[in-house]
């Protein structure tokens, strides 16, 4: 079936100490996000790719930045964790965004 | 500006009781887009359902039916006859231009058998 995946499911990582966290999908959709989600919080838009374009938000901080080395795949980068960064990290995909976006399973970072 | 307006944060029913969300969104586009989203507990984001600005049918699917008024900003989403697998956060979505979404607060819903 055709879908979203993101590796890992969970992820702990010290604090400082960079992380990396993968996104694949197998829809063929020229769209990706990373979205941030917090505890009882709305997902919270981080940047997109519109194919190779990188769109980042105004407030998403510099110690975030992501990369897209093809169609299929999507990292984000985190340089160095802090304790606040503890969170659900969703990547989702659209073509084009009047489908809806889809969303991958999650990968819940911890920061110790 | 986007904006989505989810009021109830959290709604507990019985089960087999209906349960409607409210969602109330500010646009100034004139194209856009409605989407509702589940979120149980294992986190995954799940599409429920999409609206373009130009299709005010309702519509309904088994349990869910979905209510988008244009003139009064709303797209509310009522589950009949609960269940506990219904058990979930909600979440209301408005997608303008830009590919982005915006999310509202959401809601959660707890079913007790």
């Known amino acids: 079936d055709a879908m979203v995946i993101q590796n890992p499911r969970y992820q702990v990582t010290q604090f400082g100490k960079p992380v990396t966290l993968s996104c694949s999908q197998t829809?063929?959709?020229?769209?990706m996000y990373w979205y941030q989600q917090k505890s009882s919080q709305a997902p919270k838009l981080l940047f997109h790719?519109?194919?190779?374009?990188?769109?980042n938000e105004a407030d998403t901080p510099d110690n975030f930045q992501s990369r897209r080395p093809n169609t299929s795949f999507c990292f984000l980068d985190i340089r160095s964790p802090g304790l606040g960064d503890a969170a659900m990290y969703l990547c989702?995909?659209?073509?084009?965004?009047?489908?809806?976006?889809?969303f991958g399973p999650g990968t819940r970072l911890t920061v110790t | 500006a986007q904006k989505v307006t989810q009021a109830q944060t959290e709604i507990s029913v019985v089960e087999k009781e209906d349960v409607t969300l409210d969602c109330v969104y500010e646009?100034?586009?004139?194209?856009?887009?409605l989407f509702w989203y589940k979120q149980p507990p294992s986190g995954e984001l799940v599409f429920l359902i999409r609206?373009?600005?130009?299709?005010?049918q309702n519509e309904i699917s088994g349990r869910y039916s979905w209510n988008f008024q244009k003139s009064t900003s709303s797209f509310n989403f009522t589950i009949t006859a609960s269940q506990v697998v219904d058990s979930a956060v909600y979440f209301c979505?408005?997608?303008?231009?830009?590919?982005?979404?915006?999310f509202g607060g959401g809601t959660r819903v707890l079913v007790k058998p």
């Open positions: 989702a995909t659209s073509r084009p965004l009047s489908r809806g976006q889809y």
């Open positions: 829809l063929n959709h020229n769209v």
């Open positions: 790719y519109y194919d190779k374009d990188f769109n």
């Open positions: 646009t100034r586009d004139t194209t856009y887009y």
């Open positions: 609206r373009n600005s130009f299709d005010e």
């Open positions: 979505a408005l997608g303008a231009a830009g590919n982005k979404l915006t």
